[in-house]
């Protein structure tokens, strides 16, 4: 069964760091597209930092310069390094990544995670 699993959410105080986890299980060819998209209560769901396989990253303009997007593509795990954290930031963390799951090159699925919760109190 393929999965994403994220983990290291929690309840931290503002101006702290908290590193995300999302590891792909199951039978994966190859991963393409990884990132990390948040939902706050009351809010849509949001792209926060993504990452190709070739490296190149993107991020929302609330949390560039104190996000970073990483993988390690012989553990099909993806991170998130969160420093200087704000209680604006509190929302359900969702990790999604596009996965092959067949020999057959260039066919992708895209998955979710089950989410975790980071809360900043101030």
């Known amino acids: 069964q393929v999965q994403l699993v994220e983990s290291g959410g929690g309840l931290v105080q503002a101006g702290v760091s908290l590193r995300l986890s999302c590891a792909a299980s199951?039978?994966?060819?190859?991963?393409?597209?990884m990132g990390w998209y948040r939902q706050a209560p009351g809010k849509e769901r949001e792209l926060v930092a993504a990452?190709?396989?070739?490296?190149?990253?993107n991020y929302a303009d609330s949390v560039k310069g104190r996000f970073t997007i990483s993988r390690d593509n012989a553990k099909n795990t993806v991170y998130l390094q969160m420093n200087s954290l704000k209680p604006e930031d509190t929302a359900v963390y969702y990790c999604?990544?596009?996965?092959?799951?067949?020999?057959?090159?260039?066919?992708?699925?895209?998955?979710w995670g089950k989410g975790t919760l980071v809360t900043v109190s101030s």
């Open positions: 999604n990544a596009d996965l092959s799951i067949t020999p057959m090159k260039g066919l992708y699925i895209n998955y």
């Open positions: 199951g039978t994966i060819f190859s991963i393409n597209a």
């Open positions: 990452i190709t396989n070739g490296a190149t990253t």
